[in-house]
């Protein structure tokens, strides 16, 4: 688990990216099968697929032939709208260390330097759009299987 995003977040972001590579193929892909793609457990991909698609970031699509696709380009889609569809906002204003009244005028032992980073890494996430990342993407999940 990384410091961070949440597990969470890091399977949202995992699973955004193999709906990317596989978008060229079309149609929808279940959550059973993106688990088994990414060896994520499927009760927790289930419930993390359904957030995404409450944000916007993918379709859910019902039924027998149902399954889950990007509900955006990936051209349009950064990496920094998955974090904040599951982590939200506020992860790039918490304390590493866990301090309620960390800030500015009354910082932690690490506020400064944490701070620095948090930058750099919303600036990461929002510089690239996913697609960017498609390639790379499918290199890793192939080193998956």
């Known amino acids: 688990m990384s410091i961070i995003f949440s597990r969470k977040c890091e ?19 279940s959550a059973e099968e993106i688990a088994g793609r990414l060896k994520i457990p499927k009760e927790f991909v289930s419930k993390i697929l359904q957030e995404l698609a409450v944000n916007g970031i993918i379709y859910s699509k ?8 990007l509900a955006k380009s990936p051209k349009e889609l950064k990496l920094l709208d998955v974090v904040l569809a599951i ?4 992860m790039f204003n918490r304390c590493v260390l866990g301090f309620p009244n960390c800030s500015d005028k009354s910082p932690c032992p690490v506020h400064h330097k944490w701070s620095q980073l948090i930058t750099q ?3 990461m996430l929002s510089d690239e759009t996913i697609d960017q990342f498609k390639q790379k993407t499918l290199n890793k999940i192939e080193s998956i299987k």
């Open 11 to 29: 399977y949202g972001i995992q699973a955004v990216l193999l709906l990317t590579v596989e978008e060229e193929g079309g149609g929808v892909h």
């Open 87 to 90: 982590d939200g906002p506020e």
């Open 121 to 123: 890494t919303f600036e």
């Open 62 to 69: 019902k039924g027998k032939s149902g399954g889950f696709s």
